[in-house]
């Protein structure tokens, strides 16, 4: 199993992680963008992931949920889910019935490239996003690719918060009162790399991990993260403990 796990798209669109993607797909040269995050244009996002990766020689193809799409993926060589609102992610790719047809394929063996909301369902479950619930989503498991749930986006300090408020460490201890499996908070800039049980941190920026009972660890480019974090490694596809 491969995966890219992006914190974000940037700006430039895509800018920042380009050659990481290249280097991710090597010989792949055509990948499908699922723009369903977005609450806005999604053609006008998908445009935008198209000219970013043309350069770098990659053909996008618009991946929509509709009634082709399993037929479409299936004949794809790569996926890229790109970010926008997680719960809207979520709900129209269970709506649609494409959950069970992308982990299969991802599974097989085809490679994953996720940018924040697209990153965020790689996990057991969304409830470490940041986004709002505003279409009402009322399952939030997700696609249990690896054991840890991600916080794109992640920032240890925030200068512009009201002060004494509560932080993004605070309620991520939060949710590990309730479950037991890993967070990885992905700063901007940064990635993590999946390469069947090797999870490693790529880009400029830093991974911050937290476990149940642990403190919280910093884990820079080109780190590994701890055997916790390997898919496989223990946890159910809802978060609980599986031991």
Known sequence: MRLLLISNSGHPFLAHC??????????????????????????????????ALQDIGITVQH???????????????????GGGN????????????????????????????GTSAGSNIAGPNILATNDWNVVGAARFDALGLVPFTINPHYRET??????????RDQRIVEYLAVNANPVAGIEEE????IEGRRVAVVGS?????????????????GAMLPPACSPGGGFRKDGRDGH
């Not at 993607?21 to 998908?46: C, K, M, N, P, Q």
């Not at 920026?205 to 480019?221: I, N, S, Y």
């Open 18 to 51: 380009r050659e990481a993607i290249a280097d991710f797909l090597g010989s792949v040269r055509t990948v499908g963008y699922i723009t369903a995050a977005r609450l806005d244009d999604e053609g006008a996002v998908y445009a935008k992931a198209r000219d």
């Open 63 to 81: 991946l929509r949920l509709d009634a082709g799409f399993g037929a479409r993926l299936a004949a794809l060589p790569a996926v890229f889910v």
């Open 86 to 113: 997680t719960y809207a992610l979520l709900s129209r790719l269970r709506r649609a019935r494409a959950l069970p047809l992308l982990r299969r394929r991802v599974l097989e063996g085809m490679p994953y490239i």
């Open 158 to 167: 925030d200068p512009v918060m009201a002060p004494h408020s509560e932080t």
């Open 190 to 193: 940064a990635a993590l790399r």
């Open 205 to 221: 920026g830093r991974v911050k991990l937290f476990q149940r009972g642990r403190p919280p660890r910093w884990f820079g480019p």
